[in-house]
Nanobody
Framework: VQLVESGGGLVQTGGSLRLSCAAS????????MGWFRQPPGKEREFVAA????????VYAESVQGRFTVSRDHALNTMHLQMNNLKPEDTAVYYC???????????????????WGKGTLVTVSS
């Protein structure tokens, strides 16, 4: 399975970005997809997750109400709509897949089986 993120860039505080994660390779079912981020000088942290059928979503408290995760099952693509961005959202954003898996709460990075290479989001103040 290959995961490729896109959509990162530079945005001002209060702005919006939409990240995408395209999955290719082995067709998966019954898995969980998630977004993680790693701010400069800090450890990787959970951001959002969605079940393979899109039925369950979970968010980190820091992004609740500002970020929305969704997926296009037919295209094997996951998105992260990020609104009202803040400087503390600056990070490299990674998508990841836990297979088999399902979302019952925040995902643990150690449990993820596949990772993308990341896309940089920079929010200027």
């Amino acid at each position: 399975v290959q995961l490729v993120e896109s959509g990162g860039g530079l945005v001002q505080t209060g702005g919006s970005l939409r990240l995408s994660c395209a999955a290719s390779g082995r067709v998966l079912s019954a898995y969980a997809m998630g977004w993680f981020r790693q701010p400069p000088g800090k450890e990787r942290e959970f951001v959002a997750a969605i079940n393979w059928n899109g039925g369950t979503t979970v968010y980190a408290e820091s992004v609740q109400g500002r970020f929305t995760v969704s997926r296009d099952h037919a295209l094997n693509t996951m998105h992260l709509q990020m609104n009202n961005l803040k400087p503390e959202d600056t990070a490299v954003y990674y998508c990841a897949v836990d297979f088999p898996g399902r979302v019952t709460g925040p995902l643990n990075a150690d449990d993820m089986d596949y990772w993308g290479k990341g896309t940089l989001v920079t929010v200027s103040s």
